[in-house]
């Protein structure tokens, strides 16, 4: 090897060195970036989920929640009399009074509780279905969001579908425990299939028809259809859909009620829809 060669050999051999040198250093500093980015998202989860958790203490304490055995109107009744409505129409409703929940926050139009979960909240909603993705019920800014029904929903004047929506936290707030639906277990207790909604203006009872997961898409979301040829077809579609043992019958007179969530990363989504069975007037 000549001496040109050899420094040649030298030069490329620091050169390479010097390459993995900056490599090393520009690996360290990534993973340094990457481990403080994921330590900052598990700190504000936490910080978020304590936040959610002292609202919804402060909640509980305020909404004077009790079971009203009262009569109310039964909704669409069907001509079987052994049909399970019946059964559910027997349900005592929930009531709960918002003159304390009005005045934290303006934008709650009713309260929502769903049996053998953590569904226990106040209903907001507001012109937009993205406000109450990163805000909590006390308005300010919170990945958890909040529990929030669909601005072209009106809770006082139902709409062929009437749509809420809640992020599906780890912890199991918000609508994180409504995958407890598509258990066994959840699901071969009969007495779980109904959703109570309470409002300023009435009570109502939802009963439960239908439970799946599906990917994102707005079909099960529209809130009116323009013929009842159009409803009947997506009424058949969602309950085909349904992955629960319970056998419902629904038709085009019926005001629906979809709960809607989160179910991965992936876009999936956890989706409950109920019928409107007993209602009344507060």
Same mark, same amino acid.
Not at 222 to 249: A, G, H, M, Y
């Given at each position: 090897m ?5 420094f ?7 050169k ?12 360290v500093?990534?993973?340094l970036?990457i ?6 998202n598990?700190?504000?989860w ?5 936040k ?6 402060e ?6 929640a009790?079971?009203s055995?009262e009569?109310g ?5 069907p ?7 019946y ?10 009074? =918002? %003159? ?12 929502i &509780?769903?049996?053998?979960t953590n /569904? !226990?909240?106040p209903i907001v909603?507001t012109?937009?279905?993205?406000y109450?993705?990163d ?10 969001g909040?529990i ?5 929903s ?29 258990s066994?277990t959840?699901?071969?207790n ?20 239908s439970?799946?997961t ?10 009116? =259809? %323009?013929?009842?040829k159009k ?8 309950k &085909?859909?349904n992955?629960?043992? /319970? !056998? ?12 809607s969530t989160c179910?991965?990363?992936q876009?999936?989504?956890i ?7 007993k209602?009344q007037?507060?």
């Amino acid at each position: 090897m000549t001496i040109e060669e050899y420094f040649k050999t030298q030069s490329a051999h620091e050169k390479e060195s010097s390459k993995r040198k900056i490599l090393g250093k520009f690996s360290v500093i990534l993973c340094l970036f990457i481990f403080i980015f994921s330590l900052y998202n598990i700190l504000k989860w936490f910080s978020d989920n304590s936040k959610i958790q002292q609202i919804s203490k402060e909640i509980d304490k305020n909404i004077n929640a009790s079971s009203s055995k009262e009569e109310g109107e039964l909704i669409n009744q069907p001509h079987d009399k052994n049909s399970n409505y019946y059964y559910y129409a027997s349900f005592p409703f929930f009531e709960v009074s =918002f %003159s304390i929940l009005k005045s934290q926050n303006s934008d709650v139009v009713g309260f929502i &509780k769903v049996k053998n979960t953590n /569904i !226990n909240y106040p209903i907001v909603q507001t012109n937009d279905n993205s406000y109450y993705l990163d805000h909590a019920f006390d308005k300010k800014k919170n990945d958890a969001g909040w529990i929030f029904m669909d601005y072209r929903s009106d809770i006082d004047n139902l709409n062929d579908n009437t749509v809420i929506y809640g992020h599906a936290r780890l912890d199991g707030s918000m609508f994180g425990s409504l995958k407890n639906t598509l258990s066994s277990t959840w699901q071969d207790n009969r007495d779980n299939y109904v959703v109570f909604i309470s409002t300023p203006k009435e009570n109502m009872i939802f009963q439960i028809f239908s439970i799946y997961t599906i990917k994102s898409e707005s079909y099960y979301i529209t809130p009116n =259809f %323009s013929s009842v040829k159009k409803k009947q077809i997506w009424l058949d579609t969602i309950k &085909k859909r349904n992955v629960s043992p /319970i !056998n419902t019958e629904v038709d085009t007179n019926d005001k629906i009620l979809t709960l809607s969530t989160c179910q991965n990363n992936q876009g999936g989504r956890i989706v409950v829809h109920a019928k409107l069975i007993k209602k009344q007037t507060r």
